[in-house]
Nanobody
Framework: QVQLVESGGGLVQTGGSLRLSCAASGRTFRWNAMGWFRQAPGKEREFVAAISWNRDSIDYAASVKGRFTISRDNAKNAGYLQMNSLKPEDTAVYYC????????????????WGQGTEVTVSS
C-alpha cells in the first residue's frame, strides 16, 4: 500500500515558478513509476509528466515540455514537479500518482493517487 501527499501548490503570476512535492509512504514507491496529472475546472484529468522507478525513462506532455521537470528521490520516498514559466492554462489541481510500468500517460495504469494540490496562475 502506498499513500501519497502532494504539497507546494498555490497562487502565482504568469511566468512564475512553483515546485510541487509528493511525499510517499510505503516501501513499494521506489519500485514504481510515478506520474503527475492535472485537472482543470470543467475538464478531464490529463497527463503532465511521468518518470520510471530508476529515472531512466521520463515523459512529458507536449504542453509542458521544456517548462516542467519531473524528478524523484527514492531514498526520501519523494517525487517532485518543478514548474517554470507558468501560464494561466496551467491552472489546475495537480495529482501525484504511483504504480504502473507501461503506458504511463494513461491514468488507469496507476494504482495510487494523492488528494491533489491546487495551482492557480494569474494573468
Amino acid at each position: 500500500q502506498v499513500q501519497l501527499v502532494e504539497s507546494g501548490g498555490g497562487l502565482v503570476q504568469t511566468g512564475g515558478s512553483l515546485r510541487l512535492s509528493c511525499a510517499a509512504s510505503g516501501r513499494t514507491f521506489r519500485w514504481n513509476a510515478m506520474g503527475w496529472f492535472r485537472q482543470a475546472p470543467g475538464k478531464e484529468r490529463e497527463f503532465v509528466a511521468a518518470i520510471s522507478w530508476n529515472r531512466d525513462s521520463i515523459d512529458y506532455a507536449a504542453s509542458v515540455k521544456g517548462r516542467f521537470t519531473i524528478s524523484r528521490d527514492n531514498a526520501k520516498n519523494a517525487g517532485y514537479l518543478q514548474m517554470n514559466s507558468l501560464k494561466p492554462e496551467d491552472t489546475a489541481v495537480y495529482y501525484c500518482a504511483s504504480g504502473g510500468a507501461t503506458n504511463l500517460r494513461e491514468a488507469r495504469r496507476y494504482d495510487y493517487w494523492g488528494q491533489g494540490t491546487e495551482v492557480t496562475v494569474s494573468s
